[in-house]
């Protein structure tokens, strides 16, 4: 491709602008062929952004390492920039559009001089879907480019269907000099752009993913009457009929090896079969038969390698042993990859992730062991190698949804699934998600931290009016999703985990769509329906006695502390929050009082 082949005139002048600022030495247009993408892999070897891994062991696959002051997502320099502070919200950083642009520009300004200016024309979701949305990614990121062709479905098929006067999404990208004090991550949801400066991580870089397909979807999913979420895609296939789920989770809950599960022994001669059809990212629209619709916009995983191995997700294990990029992980001498809570030994010696030597017991100067990998390094590859890739992943109209499932992660207040009352009560627990902050996190430990549908980060307006949009989403619906609430991480007075977990939260999953069929048992409680005694299929399950009793305990008096918290979040949202949930809210304060079931 070429600019004298463009048919779109607002695309050229974007373009022709963008390029008298950054003033690359030269402008490549990427058209997605995988001879394209073979010589800009070997263009990325030449100068050094990767490494390419051994090749009979790891065919295919490249080797990232990041400046380590850009190992992760900035939330705090990201922000929403809107005409009115309050459509931003109080949970987002906010900017005027005005101070966006003059800022960006003045980082822009020639900072592209002595590279190439990369343009991907891409689009989220299958191409020509009628739940899809073309974006162009401008980028002077080799990186960037090698990771959106495997995360997007990019090049000339997507500058066909966009034609000669469609609508796009500007993404502008630059690393700029990557300091941190040049760093800005900008949405402009009005205008249907995002520049992104001085950062080359993948949240921060690949503009596709968090910042179009949840931050400025979610500004045009209200507009447009839909759903853009930060939620997998899984589909439960049992006697020939396949059911649909999406499952909602902050980070550090699972979400990734939910997605990829395999079904646990104790189960298997029920003849279950599990199909992945998104890890992170749905779109959901209201079909014609008035089901919610769901669709994965991304084309590849973008996981987080710590902790991934042939236990937690064997799925994931056998989908990125090709055609993967690995990014701050551990470099062995013999041109491998390792991480913590990995596969196997690590190597004999190598490179951690900030480049430094490293040998298996390093322990610094405080007696404390090195990490070769960092805790937020990265895989990216493509979802059509998993194995349990959904035949029916791309299909453009999606897969129908039986079930809305959300979780946090608290030791003692959440049962392990309890199922909502109604669609607005559902809201409302989805509203209310909230995890304690774990070792790994920043703050204190066992902090709550509230995460309402698992978007806190990625609502790209004001989260009052979101809730609003879920609530009146529900009337849109003749057929709505049931909701549901799990916590695979409640623990015992010992501080032991209850339930273990992994495959075996299939058990649960399957009592959740016996529920949206009519059938499983369960009990009402104040906070919704948990299952009942023997509900749950636990064969060859060997729980300790008086688990499960703990596992779906509903203590009033915790849940009515658990207001308090609630009632502080909400606060802040003023009058932007619904009255229904504050109406929920209440509800709930009444049926614990009572101690006895709604």
Sequence with gaps: MTMATIRHEGLKAWIDETARLGQPDQVCWVDGTEEERSRLAKRAIARGFVIPLDQDRYPGCYYSRSNPNDVARTEHLTY??????????????????????????????????????????????????????????????????????????AGSKVLDHLGTDGSFTKCLHTRADLDVRRRLILHFPEDNAVVS????????????????????????????????????????????????????????????????LIPPRGLKAKGYKIW????????????????????????????????????????????????????????GDDLSVWWEDGEGEPPASGTSWDGKPWTPGLRDADGKPVPGAHPN?????????????????????GVPISAIIFGGRRERLAPLVFEALDWAHGVYAGATVSSERTAAAVGKVGEVRRDPMAMLPFCGYNMGDYFGHWLQMGGRMSCPPKIFHVNWFRK?????????????????????????????????????????????????????????????????????????????????????????LWRQYDALKDRLKTKVPA
């Design 377 to 397: 390094s990265r895989f990216t590859a493509p979802a059509s190698q998993c194995p349990s890739i959904a035949p029916n992943w791309e299909d453009p109209q």
């Design 80 to 153: 929403i920039c809107t005409r009115k502070r309050e459509d931003a919200g109080p949970t987002n950083n906010w900017m005027s559009p005005e101070e966006g642009y003059a800022k960006a520009k003045e980082i822009i300004q020639g900072s592209m001089k002595g590279r190439t200016m990369y343009v991907i024309p891409f689009s989220m979701g299958p191409i020509g879907s009628p739940f899809s949305k073309i974006g162009v990614e401008i980028t002077d990121s080799l990186y960037v480019v090698l990771n959106m062709l495997i995360m997007t479905r």
């Design 492 to 580: 015992d007075e010992n501080r032991q985990f209850l339930w273990p977990g992994y495959g075996e939260n299939l058990r649960v999953i399957e009592w959740i769509l016996a529920r949206c069929h009519g059938k499983g048992k369960a009990a009402r409680t104040p906070i919704g329906f948990v299952p009942a005694k023997g509900a749950l299929d636990l064969a060859g399950l060997n729980l300790p006695e008086g688990a499960m009793d703990k596992l779906l305990e509903v203590k009033a008096e915790d849940w009515a502390a658990e207001l308090d918290g609630v009632k502080v979040f909400f606060d802040q949202f003023g009058a932007a929050l619904p009255k229904e």
């Design 197 to 260: 400066t001085g950062s080359a991580y993948g949240g921060n870089a690949l503009l596709g993913k968090k910042c179009l397909a949840l931050r400025i979807a979610s500004w045009q999913a209200r507009q447009e009457n839909w759903l853009a979420e930060h939620m997998l895609i899984l589909g439960i296939e049992k006697d020939g009929k396949t059911d649909y789920v999406t499952a909602a989770f902050p980070s550090a809950c699972g979400k990734t090896n939910l997605a990829m």
């Design 276 to 331: 992945t059809l998104g890890d992170d990212i749905a779109w959901l629209r209201v079909g014609r038969d008035g089901r919610l619709w769901a669709c994965n916009p991304e084309a590849g995983f973008f996981g987080v390698a710590p902790g991934t191995n042939s236990k937690t997700n064997p799925n994931a294990i056998a989908t990125i042993r090709k055609n993967t990029i690995f990014t701050n992980v551990l470099l």
